[in-house]
């Protein structure tokens, strides 16, 4: 906390825990204070590598496969742990966004420096009971060969159910 956030102007204001890959690379979630009121203002995902703190995305950013601007970012989702990281450094988020006036909220990769959408609410999917729509979808663990387990509510005829999903990679 008062340590001055990589590439946003601002300190950051709580954080997370941290996750370690076998590859020594550290990935937290955090909180920014940008205007100085402390008060987190912006939440992001960040990583450390060689003792060099970089952003990896952050709340008021465009991302190169949504069609909006992330206005939310679960780095709570864990627990007050950040994303799920492999070995190579790959890490998956959920993420919201308003766009086209509705509010939808996904999965994304971040692997090699680009942010790519898995999956998102409104997009139909198969599961037992029938096909239906993902209605809320939280990313979970990845491995180091990159599946990605998660979880999401898909409503089918009308009615939700809760399900967990293995994208293999």
Not at 37 to 46: A, C, E, K, P, R
């Amino acid at each position: 906390q008062g340590e001055d956030a990589p590439n946003i102007s601002g300190k950051f204001f709580g954080s997370g825990g941290a996750r370690l890959n076998n590859a020594g690379v550290v990935i937290f979630g955090a909180g920014v204070d940008t205007d100085g009121d402390s008060v987190s203002n912006v939440s992001g995902f960040f990583k450390e590598s060689q003792g060099i703190k970089s952003k990896i995305v952050a709340t008021g950013e465009m991302t190169a496969t949504t069609i909006g601007t992330l206005n939310f970012l679960d780095v709570n989702a864990y627990g007050l742990r950040p994303a799920p990281i492999n070995d190579t450094g790959d890490m998956v988020f959920s993420g919201v966004w308003d766009a086209a006036g509705s509010r939808h909220n996904g999965i994304f990769l971040t692997a090699a420096g680009v942010i790519t959408k898995l999956f998102q609410s409104g997009e139909s999917v198969t599961v037992s009971r029938g096909t239906g729509i993902f209605s809320d979808v939280r990313a979970g663990p990845i491995n180091n060969k990159g599946d990605i387990a998660f979880t999401a509510s898909v409503v089918v005829n009308g009615s939700g159910s809760s399900y967990a999903f293995l994208a293999p990679s």
